[in-house]
């Protein structure tokens, strides 16, 4: 009979790993997934609050970027879960968390957006 899990691609390999590892990656990946609802949570309420500042448009930018951050990092944690359930059932070696220094990278660009709108906005 055929395996009826989804993706394919992820459960249509292999054999099936320790459930304890399987369910180790799962946990990894919701709190990729939480994470990234916090940032656009972020995102949507900095966007909200941007009016009361002198210099909205500053503002408004790091809460597009924080929006943005959020859907990349939801995506990058899907696509790191299927990697890495994959090379569960096929016994090779984990993949490397390819989306930490690009996310890293952001929040450091996001948290020097912020202190130059607020800043900017001491200074108005």
């Known amino acids: 009979m055929d395996n009826p899990r989804r993706p394919r691609s992820v459960y249509g390999v292999g054999t099936e790993p320790d459930p304890r590892a399987s369910l180790a990656n799962e946990r990894t990946a919701l709190a990729g997934l939480r994470t990234a609802l916090g940032l656009i949570a972020a995102g949507v309420g900095l966007a909200a609050l941007a009016h009361l500042t002198e210099n909205p448009g500053w503002f408004r930018v790091v809460a597009v970027v ?7 990092l ?6 790191q879960w299927a990697r890495v359930e994959r090379a569960l059932r096929l016994s ?3 993949p490397a968390p390819s989306g930490l220094p690009p996310l890293a990278a952001a929040l450091v660009a996001v948290s020097l ?6 800043v900017l906005s001491l200074l108005s």
């Open 113 to 118: 957006g912020l202190v130059v709108a607020l």
């Open 92 to 94: 090779e070696p984990l």
């Open 66 to 72: 924080l929006c943005l951050m959020g859907g990349v």
């Open 74 to 79: 939801a995506a990058s944690s899907v696509r």
